[in-house]
């Protein structure tokens, strides 16, 4: 294979890589995770990107205790 051949074959897989790349992260956006606190007093929903969907917070964490 000669020089040239070789770098469109690299560079064919480069783009693949990308393409799959790109395809991952559209999954990964739609994977949600949840972390928790406090026994379950404090929940957090997010995806795979960080984005945040739902923040739970009981109720009796929010009480005034003065």
């Known amino acids: ?38 026994a379950g007093m404090a929940k957090v929903v997010m995806t795979c990107r960080y984005d945040v969907k739902r923040v739970m917070i009981d109720d009796s964490l929010l009480k005034d205790d003065k």
């Open 1 to 38: 294979m000669n020089m040239k051949g070789g770098l469109a074959g690299l560079m064919k897989q480069a783009q693949q890589m990308q393409e799959n790349m790109k395809r991952m992260q559209e999954q990964l956006a739609t994977v949600e995770v949840e972390g928790q606190a406090g």
